[in-house]
């Protein structure tokens, strides 16, 4: 049964998490039911096996299970940490929590974003298009929490050498070739954090912003994010998915949420819960949002999309590019794509022992692309700038 109390942005964490109970597991009842998950498995070609694909259209998601290595996640987990570690203390503050100033100080895009603990940033707001149209609960964090907790840290393959190198994992790469064709583009990259106990919601959504009315509109129009878990993740904390929802158009989530008894806990919602080194790829039309975590584990998510390339030539820049590009030209598209061979050629430098991805929009250029100190000047220094929202 859903819990339909108005009142549940009154509950404490404990009480939250308590009232979560039988959504999880009716979440998780319905996740073991579709499946849509299993190691990565690519044809004679390199590219995705087609039954996967298939369930991939069918759904609007899928798990990969044990992409990433022990050793990869290690130097991830570090990097994400030196991240956090770094972090201002408040939205406006310079420094950390030590006292250090605090990274990004010199980044034309912002670096951290911070929320309220166990808070919903932008639902029910006008925020970003408004494409989160209903808020999440906000239930009241223990007393010993701190004023402020991070929630999204942007530009990984600037600040976190392991980010950037898996930004050129080729599995990953040859997934976004099959899913988006060989000429994909980026989207943009940020890292989820949820803080036990403190991590904000991310309230029930659909990504895109700019094709819903088109005529060639699609279910792939507006391409899809990976998140690699290197946490595992609990229905308590993961992200959700409404199945299928990526070929409905757009949904009337206020609707099915007024529906719900204005509950949040929406039915025909699943988390997708995985191991450390699982990777997810999520449809951007897919319904999804987290809860605000108020359980004892942390996740981070090291989320990053790409897209077709005809979704983004010549159409306005969306979302948070909106003050940065006016409309997506070749050369735009071209110097964010260059952080994908950057990446690649960073990744074989630390791996020679892997069989690097072939970007074919840089065959025959990756000599102008080798990462070096150059290359970090030049393409991943303000790579954020170029980002490809839609
Ligand atoms: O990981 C989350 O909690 C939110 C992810 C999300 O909204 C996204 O990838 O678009």
Redesign the pocket.
Known sequence: MNDVSPAISTLTRAQHAERMAAYREAGVRLAREIGNRGPVRLDEKGRLDQEILDAYWKHGFYVFEGVIGAQEIEDLRRGAAEMLERAPVAPDAKVDAQGREALGLDSVRQVYRLVKPLSDPVGGTELLGGRHPSKMSEPRPDDDAPEYVVHQMYSMCRYMPAGLRLYGHPQLLAIAASINGEDFVPFNDVI?V?QPGLGGS?AW?Q?GVTHWNSPEWNEGIHGF?F?VQIYPTTPANA?WVIPGTHKQGRVDIKRLVAENGGSEQIPGAMPLVCNAGDVTI?N?QTV???FANSSPDLRV?V?FGFHRRKSVLGAKAGLSMKPYADTYDAAHIDARAAVIQVAIDARRQKHPEETPFVYEPFVGREDEFRFNDETFERVIRNYTLKDCAI
Request: glycine content about 6%; overall charge positive; hydrophobic content about 25%.
């Open positions: 989820f949820k991310v959504h990504d994010n998140q992200l999520v951007r999804h949002g987290s998510s989320t």
